[in-house]
C-alpha cells in the first residue's frame, strides 16, 4: 500500500509561483510513474501532469501547458509540481498518486488518495 504526503500548498497572488511536494512509501516508488490532481470546490478531481519514472515523459492538461512543471527526485521518493503564473482558477485541492506508466495515470483506477494540500490563488 502506498502513503503518498503532499505539501507546499499554501495563498499566493494571482501571477505568483508555488511549490507542491509529494513524498510517496509503501512501494517501489522508483518503478512508477507520478501524477498530480486537483479537485476545486464543486468539480471534479481533473488531471493536472504526469512524469514518467526516469523522467523522460510528462504530460501536462492544456490549462496548466506552459505554467507548471513537473519533476521527481527517486533518491528522495518525491515528486515535485512547480507552479508558475498561477490564476484564481488554479484554486483547488492538488493531490498527487502514482500508476504504473506516465500514460495510464490520467485513467488509472485509484484506490488510495493522499489529503492533498491546498492552492488558493487571489486575484
Known amino acids: 500500500q502506498v502513503q503518498l504526503v503532499e505539501s507546499g500548498g499554501g495563498l499566493v497572488q494571482a501571477g505568483g509561483s508555488l511549490r507542491l511536494s509529494c513524498a510517496a512509501s509503501g512501494q517501489t516508488f522508483t518503478q512508477w510513474a507520478m501524477g498530480w490532481f486537483r479537485q476545486a470546490p464543486g468539480k471534479e478531481r481533473e488531471f493536472v501532469a504526469a512524469i514518467s519514472w526516469g523522467s523522460t515523459i510528462t504530460y501536462y492538461a492544456d490549462s496548466v501547458k506552459g505554467r507548471f512543471t513537473i519533476s521527481r527526485d527517486n533518491a528522495k521518493n518525491t515528486a515535485y509540481l512547480q507552479m508558475n503564473t498561477l490564476r484564481p482558477e488554479d484554486t483547488a485541492v492538488y493531490y498527487c498518486?502514482?500508476?504504473?506508466?506516465?500514460?495510464?495515470?490520467?485513467?488509472?483506477?485509484?484506490?488510495?488518495w493522499g489529503q492533498g494540500t491546498q492552492v488558493t490563488v487571489s486575484s
Open positions: 498518486n502514482t500508476a504504473p506508466r506516465a500514460a495510464m495515470i490520467e485513467t488509472y483506477n485509484y484506490d488510495y
